[in-house]
């Protein structure tokens, strides 16, 4: 079932999960892994918080290049990959699931019908990889005016050099928060608008 936002002020924020129902077997995921596994834990409670709360949960995944995958056989193949984070992260019947062809949650997807659509005008965005996909989905929600929030313990590239590069650019051209989930008092869920 899903939760009804006409009336609360608080369903106009979404947590978006990128790329991390993933098998994590490309060039470069020795690197990012670790990482991606520290992030997980605390997508995990951002994600728990959001279902609380009653705001929605988007996953926004790449297709691996596996142009005729959907929602079900993308999970699969993560849980049968053996990652742990699959499934510490599994979405759940009524998540929303979002297949990217590109870098940017936005580009050639339905995203951009589903988050009006929900009424939603704040994002919290999380996942992999935070210098790649998760800065062009910044870029792009930015230029639709969400307001961001792109928590510094939630995201994860194969350096935390590439990360805080990437972080700083989403903070000071892109107006986002990235305070760590850790830090912040879950009541600031309902993000200012941006601008």
Known sequence: MEPDTSTDTSGHTALLIIDMINRFDFEGAEALLPKAREAAKVIADLRQEAVKRGHPVIYVNDNFGEWHSERSRLVAQALDGGEEIARLLEPARDDYFVIKPQFSGFYA????????????????????????????????????????????????????????????????????????????????WPLPRSG
């Open 109 to 188: 997807t339905n995203l951009p019908v589903l988050l009006p659509k929900l009424g939603v005008t704040r994002l919290v965005l999380t996942g992999v990889a935070t210098d790649i996909c998760v800065l062009f989905t910044a870029a792009d929600a930015h230029m639709r005016e969400y307001g961001l929030w792109v928590p510094s313990d939630a995201v994860a590239a194969e350096s935390d050099e590439r990360s805080r590069w990437a972080l700083g650019i989403m903070e000071h051209a892109m107006s986002a928060c990235t305070d760590p989930a850790g830090d912040r008092d879950t009541k600031h």
